[in-house]
């Protein structure tokens, strides 16, 4: 085909995918059109000619990756569907209405979107997640494709991802980053400054390729050069205009996020040259090899500890992750550079091959299991809890994307002891409570810890593991089961006049005050609930019925959001589950509540009122109101 009639073509393409934007997005009455024209050139040719995808089968291992980092540029998204002829133009018309699959910003309800995107400065890193997968673990040569807007590069997780495909030499990563100038509210930092953004891109390790992002024969030798490279991840640098092509549009401010008019749409449309109606046929990959199983599943032998030994649930985490190893293939590791504390330095030295050193950058190693979890691998990704909040935008979008991702904080609380509170998570249990069907797991001792680990790797969406960083007495038996969703009384009498409930360190708390309860003839009930989410409201119902409403909640967690609030919530109706139980409750919440500072785990412990002592008098407390209430309604009846 001669190079004028390809243009031609690419031209033609390239304007249909403006006026679709315009249309669905005017029909709408909301969305980014002017987002959506000004990479359209590029993802022309990107489409019709370098993007190897079967459509029909978007499981094929050996499809290119595509992930819209600008998200709001969803209309141009689903343009390109319509031009690959895997959606119909009514479809495209139902943009952001109730019961769509076009939402505002493309999730994973459309089979061809890998990741949901829209909060920007995720698609890079979660394109390192995929570029990993198809280098080191599939071994297979498909390419992964990152449009970004230059908006988005202010963001840091943008060059942890940019710092990270170079160390791990990601030559199967091509960024493009659409420089059309404008963002939501004015000028970007560096405008159509790209020497600048290529200056940097270079300085991380990346091959830099700075383009007319409407030049067709530039838009075509970068995207051919940048298959080439065999050595380093490429960024193909694209100055463009926003709203291009229509001149009441482009390269105009105070137009981001607005949809046009009918009478503005009707001429917008006529100067893009009217509707079209092409359809293209997307080349399929030419390799149909399958990935390849790094190692032969064993059958799953968890470590197992001796009651009363005293051992870290961090510990048991390592020791069981590499358990899961060796069952488990598919299993991968992430770690950002505390691998020797949390104890997946273990797994690190026995499978290489399936461990990735994220140093420290938590929302590039949260990015990277999202990535990689969407090539079928099952990824756990760990570090000191209290710095996961970090990348916690990054789980959120997580769940957005349905991603089942396993995510394990290790020194968690106040229990770290001298490290002080920078150290100390204390937020975890709220955050990871509060992202959309995720799980919470919460163990106290080295046998349970196993035991939930093996369950974590089969589970969906995202899961959070809580480990201690202090050795703790093991007092379950080695074939004991913890099922999530359940909990485990493991005191209890016909008399129990209150209920401790605990989990992890402050497990140990409680039976301590049981002891001390035991010897001054208080009978009270001990409820390790290691499943913050879901919790075993069935055992909290009975437990209330049992000892008159009179419950304790003892965690080393803020007041707010913890396991404390877990439990209120099993006797709060909701819209999906109404309460059954009309149990008076008199419920206490021992919690952090202080901003603590520097000593020994038990000295802080005790300062925050959530060891033993606190347990003891809590319980008396609850006890001594309920004999006067008894005593009350005794003499009134007399």
Request: no cysteine; proline share 4%; hydrophobic share 40%.
């Amino acid at each position: 085909m001669a190079i004028q009639e390809q243009i031609q073509q690419w031209h033609e393409l390239a304007q249909q995918l403006r006026v679709d934007s315009i249309r669905a997005t005017t029909i709408a009455g909301s969305g980014h059109p002017t987002s959506s024209m000004s990479p359209a050139d590029v993802m022309a040719v990107l489409l019709s000619k370098y993007l190897r995808y079967d459509f029909k089968n978007p499981d094929n291992p050996n499809n290119d990756r595509f992930v819209l980092s600008k998200g709001h540029a969803a209309p141009l998204l689903y343009a390109m569907y319509k031009a690959a002829g895997v959606i119909s133009d009514g479809e495209l018309m139902s943009l952001r209405q109730l019961g769509s699959r076009l939402e505002g910003h493309p999730t994973p309800v459309l089979p061809w979107v890998d990741v949901a995107t829209g909060s920007l400065g995720q698609g890079l890193p979660i394109g390192v997640g995929l570029a990993l997968a198809g280098k080191y673990l599939d071994q297979l040569p498909y390419h992964v494709w990152v449009l970004l807007g230059d908006s988005e590069t202010s963001e840091g997780s943008v060059w942890e991802a940019f710092d990270h495909a170079s160390h791990y030499s990601l030559d199967n990563l091509i960024a493009i980053i659409d420089v059309n100038r404008l963002g939501q509210r004015g000028q970007t930092e560096l405008g159509w400054n790209i020497q600048a953004y290529a200056a940097r891109a270079k300085a991380f390790g990346w091959q830099a390729m700075e383009i007319d992002g409407h030049n067709f024969q530039e838009i075509d030798q970068s995207l051919n050069a940048a298959l080439s490279v065999n050595d380093r991840p490429t960024v193909i640098i694209a100055r463009t205009k926003k709203g291009k092509g229509v001149a009441s549009l482009e390269d105009l401010g105070g137009w981001h996020g607005k949809a046009l008019k009918p009478d503005a749409e009707k001429a917008a449309i006529a100067e893009l040259g009217g509707q079209r109606h092409i359809i293209i046929q997307v080349n399929k990959p030419e390799e149909q090899a399958q990935p390849v199983v790094i190692g032969n599943p064993q059958q799953l032998q968890l470590p197992t500890y001796n009651k009363g030994a005293k051992v870290a649930t961090r510990r048991a985490y390592g020791d069981a992750l590499l358990a899961l190893g060796s069952a488990q293939p598919n299993v991968v590791v992430l770690d950002a550079e505390v691998s020797n504390s949390t104890y997946a330095e273990d797994f690190a030295e026995a499978y290489p091959e399936r461990y990735f050193e994220m140093y420290i950058a938590e929302q590039q190693m949260i990015a990277a299991a999202v990535g990689l979890q969407v090539r079928k691998y099952k990824p756990f990704a760990s570090s000191f809890a209290a710095f996961l909040s970090r990348g916690y935008d990054f789980v959120r979008m997580a769940a957005v994307s349905r991603a089942n991702i396993k995510l394990v904080g290790s020194h968690a609380g106040v229990s770290i002891g001298q490290d002080g509170p920078s150290q100390m998570a204390l937020e975890d249990l709220a955050a990871f409570r509060a992202v959309w069907s995720s799980t919470v797991l919460y163990p106290s001792d080295a046998n349970q810890t196993a035991k939930l680990l093996a369950q974590m790797s089969d589970r969906n969406g995202i899961v959070y593991l809580r480990t201690t960083r202090e050795s703790t007495p093991v007092i379950y038996d080695s074939d004991e089961d913890f099922p999530i969703g359940g909990s485990k009384v493991i005191r209890s009498s016909d008399s129990d006049g209150a209920a401790i409930i605990a989990a992890g360190i402050t497990l140990h708390e409680a039976l301590k005050a049981y002891d001390r309860l035991k010897n001054e003839g208080i009978a009270v009930r001990v409820i390790d609930a290691y499943s913050v989410k879901p919790i075993d409201a069935k055992t909290l119902h009975q437990a209330a019925r049992d000892t008159e409403g009179n419950l304790v909640v003892v965690e080393d967690h803020w007041l707010e959001g913890g396991l404390g609030a877990a439990v209120l919530d099993v006797f709060a109706g909701t819209n999906s589950s109404p309460s059954y139980d009309e149990t008076p409750l008199r419920l206490i919440k021992l919690a952090v509540s202080e901003m603590p500072g520097s000593g020994t785990p038990e000295e802080l412990l005790h300062a925050a009122k959530i060891d033993a002592d606190a347990i003891v008098e809590a319980v008396k407390s609850q006890v001594k109101h309920s004999l006067g209430v008894a005593l009350h309604s005794e003499s009134a009846r007399k």
